[in-house]
């Protein structure tokens, strides 16, 4: 009998002393971790590898977004996503295409692609078939005064804009998000440039 009072003591013991709060450096981590807040931007449609401006088989990307806000809402309370585009002179996306006077312009706008596009999915989140047309590209070039070699690389960067004004795109998130199998989210992707 004695034995099992001991048990019993022992038990009660330990699991008073396993209830409490650690102090340990991850659970203060944990503690300050915004998991409530952020949106991604998956891609249901992959981008292509290549593109051209004049070859009707691939001078328009076609593909399939979804937004999905970090709090889990299914209705994400967002107010546009952004396009942007820069042209690289290669494939690490190092060496930006300057104007034929020698200076960078930079990112460029694309389009925009409002709350309105996008409907809800089977899934609940909001889904919308986008197309972006290669000649606005080499449009954009040209009017700013640069003319794009061949080959040339694009970087076409997503950007969704919440209503609050808060702002999510490639550098807001980590490599669990940007790779990761389940969100596929790298609001950033490098297609090939033919201006032909």
Same mark, same amino acid.
């Given at each position: 009998?004695?034995?099992?009072?001991?048990?019993?003591?022992?038990?009660?013991?330990?699991?008073?002393?396993?209830?409490?709060?650690?102090?340990?450096?991850?659970?203060? %981590?944990?503690?300050?971790?915004? $998991?409530?807040?952020?949106?991604?931007?998956? &891609?249901?449609?992959?981008?292509?590898?290549? %593109? &051209?401006? $004049?070859?009707?088989?691939?001078?328009?990307?076609?593909?399939?977004?979804?937004?999905?806000?970090?709090?889990?809402?299914?209705?994400?309370?967002?107010?546009?996503?952004?396009?942007? %585009?820069?042209?690289?002179?290669?494939?690490?996306?190092?060496?930006?295409?300057?104007?034929?006077?020698?200076?960078?312009?930079?990112?460029?706008?694309? $389009? $925009? *692609?409002?709350?309105?596009?996008?409907?809800?999915?089977?899934?609940?989140?909001?889904?919308?078939?986008?197309?972006?047309?290669?000649?606005?590209?080499?449009?954009?070039?040209?009017?700013?005064?640069?003319?794009?070699?061949?080959?040339?690389?694009?970087?076409?960067? *997503?950007?969704?804009?919440?209503?609050?004004?808060? &702002? *999510?795109?490639?550098?807001?998130?980590g490599a669990t998000i940007s790779g990761g199998i389940y969100f596929n989210s790298p609001f950033l992707f490098k297609v090939? *440039?033919?201006?032909?």
């Amino acid at each position: 009998m004695k034995n099992i009072l001991k048990i019993f003591v022992l038990g009660a013991a330990l699991s008073f002393t396993a209830c409490s709060e650690s102090d340990a450096l991850i659970n203060q %981590v944990l503690d300050t971790v915004d $998991t409530e807040s952020g949106a991604v931007l998956r &891609t249901i449609v992959d981008f292509p590898d290549l %593109v &051209t401006v $004049t070859n009707p088989a691939n001078n328009v990307i076609n593909s399939t977004i979804e937004v999905q806000q970090g709090n889990g809402s299914f209705v994400p309370d967002f107010k546009e996503v952004n396009v942007y %585009v820069q042209v690289y002179n290669d494939q690490d996306l190092i060496d930006p295409l300057l104007t034929d006077d020698g200076v960078d312009i930079g990112e460029q706008a694309w $389009t $925009t *692609f409002p709350a309105s596009d996008f409907a809800l999915s089977s899934n609940g989140l909001p889904r919308a078939d986008i197309s972006l047309v290669i000649q606005d590209v080499a449009d954009l070039y040209a009017a700013a005064g640069a003319t794009p070699g061949v080959p040339s690389f694009m970087a076409v960067r *997503f950007e969704i804009v919440m209503n609050d004004g808060r &702002t *999510f795109s490639a550098n807001d998130v980590g490599a669990t998000i940007s790779g990761g199998i389940y969100f596929n989210s790298p609001f950033l992707f490098k297609v090939i *440039f033919l201006p032909i």
